[in-house]
């Protein structure tokens, strides 16, 4: 196991283990995707995975909110072992908070009420409460003016950062980002990564699936290099750009650096 760095001076220190994988593997068919996968990930600390594309990141990440299953091994949250199906498996989705490439908000509802719903049906808050947290949690990621529209008339940095205050309104434990900034207008990247880098300077615990190797130097205590269904190498950010060990870092450093 790699040493969590705790040097960075935007980040406080991580703590004790609040998601651990070990010895994990899944199979599409014929395709073993994820290999002996070990990884555990402190409370407060910001794991960015990145890889080439086809490595297994999406499922790593997917298989720990439990929309995709495991063929072996086991992953806990907070030392418990995922649930199954039902309310457990309800909450702990929203335990999960998870945003993907395609912000996916409900289109038919407003921008308040994808804020709001979850808080009501999952968290049973009271109505009135979920509102006004859901507000507060716009104004925050910087779209408190776009409560009452639809989805689609934000723009994409705008639905994005609406799907962030979405799944921090479940008072998340941990939040997965599946490469959050790749289906947006370069100039909106921006606007995303810096509600990232807050959350992480907030002392979130965050998993940031991205090819932004530049939110990976500023936010990330450590970096987890995968390829072929493999975790390949672990490391603070300073060192794994500077001094990557495998080739498969190498070459993949190469391509987009
Ligand atoms: P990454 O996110 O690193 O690009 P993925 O986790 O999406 O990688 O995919 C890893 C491999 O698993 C790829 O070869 C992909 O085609 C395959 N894969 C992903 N999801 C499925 C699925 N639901 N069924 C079959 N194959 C899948
Ligand atoms: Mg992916």
Request: hydrophobic share 40%; net charge neutral; glycine share 8%.
């Amino acid at each position: 196991m790699t040493e969590v760095s705790v040097t960075k001076d935007a980040t406080p220190p991580a703590g004790d283990t609040l998601v651990a994988l070990s010895a994990v593997n899944k199979h599409f068919g014929a395709l073993h995707v994820l290999q002996d996968i070990d990884l555990t990930i402190a409370r407060g600390e910001v794991v960015v995975v990145i890889g080439p594309s086809g490595s297994g990141k999406s499922t790593l990440c997917r298989t720990i909110n439990r929309l995709e299953t495991v063929d072996s091994g086991s992953i806990t949250i907070d030392g418990k072992p995922l649930p199954q199906e039902g309310k457990e498996l309800a909450r702990l989705r929203a335990d999960v908070g998870m945003v993907f490439q395609s912000f996916n908000l409900f289109a038919h509802k407003t921008v308040l009420e994808n804020v709001t719903l979850g808080q009501v049906k999952v968290r049973k808050a009271d109505k009135k409460k979920a509102e006004e947290k859901a507000r507060a949690l716009l104004d925050r990621v910087g779209v408190g003016a776009q409560a009452d529209k639809y989805p689609a008339q934000l723009s994409g940095g705008q639905q994005q950062r609406v799907a962030i205050a979405r799944a921090l309104a479940m008072d998340p434990k941990v939040m997965l980002f599946d490469e959050p900034t790749s289906a947006l207008d370069p100039e909106m990247i921006n606007e995303v990564l810096e509600v990232m880098q807050q959350l992480a300077r907030d002392g979130m615990t965050m998993v940031v699936v991205t090819h932004e190797m530049g939110f990976a130097r500023s936010a990330a205590n450590r970096v987890v290099f995968m390829a072929d269904g493999r975790i390949v190498e672990e490391a603070t950010p300073d060192q794994f750009f500077s001094n990557p060990r495998s080739d498969r870092a190498k070459d993949f450093l190469s391509k987009i650096l």
